[in-house]
């Protein structure tokens, strides 16, 4: 399902939950962090991919996709695929047409992904035993940075946690929109 979101002040958002958009992913180098879990809780799959505009300024543009496979193991993996493609177009309903998006997650951006997701999930005392995977991605040369690419990733581990929840009462967008604004 894929659900696009006006946000206010010029900010736009796509959540695609339990899919991830099509994009060609060419497989590269992978980087890998192990958390061990105090209280490890068994869950079930999840795919959740964000792709967020903000404003025009020096970063306002990224998608990501999530991949969540569930385990009964007291870890918690979390994995970033470097797939630069910066010769394959991405289709963006939200850029329509003013600057090129490139499918793919650079290697530049791998890191702060990486980084980002092992805050929230700390921060978070997160409980959710499995693997997670950063495999999906776009960009833009102008467009994208670590800033925004380390804001998408901490929306998109605070979302999955809200769908792994069971009795969570926030929206989608309110989860955005909280994140956001830290």
Request: hydrophobic letters at 40%; one cysteine or more.
């Amino acid at each position: 399902m894929k659900v696009t979101n006006d946000l206010g002040k010029f900010r736009k958002a796509v959540i695609w939950k339990n899919e991830l958009p099509s994009i060609p992913i060419k497989l590269g180098q992978e980087l890998e962090i192990t958390l061990e879990l105090s209280r490890p809780i068994v869950s079930e799959d999840k795919k959740l991919a964000l792709e967020l505009k903000l404003p025009r300024n020096s970063s306002y543009y990224a998608l990501l996709g999530i991949e969540f496979i569930a385990n009964q193991t007291s870890k918690l993996i979390i994995k970033t695929v470097i797939g630069d493609s910066s010769n394959s177009m991405f289709h963006s309903e939200l850029e329509q047409g003013k600057e090129n998006i490139y499918s793919g997650i650079p290697a530049e951006y791998a890191e702060i992904i990486l980084n980002s997701a092992k805050e929230i999930a700390i921060e978070s005392k997160w409980l959710y035993s499995g693997r997670i995977t950063f495999a999906c991605g776009a960009h833009s040369v102008v467009g994208s940075s670590e800033a925004i690419f380390s804001k998408v990733t901490k929306v998109l581990m605070v979302l999955l946690q809200n769908e792994l929840t069971a009795d969570t009462f926030l929206s989608d967008d309110s989860v955005i929109l909280l994140e956001m604004d830290k």
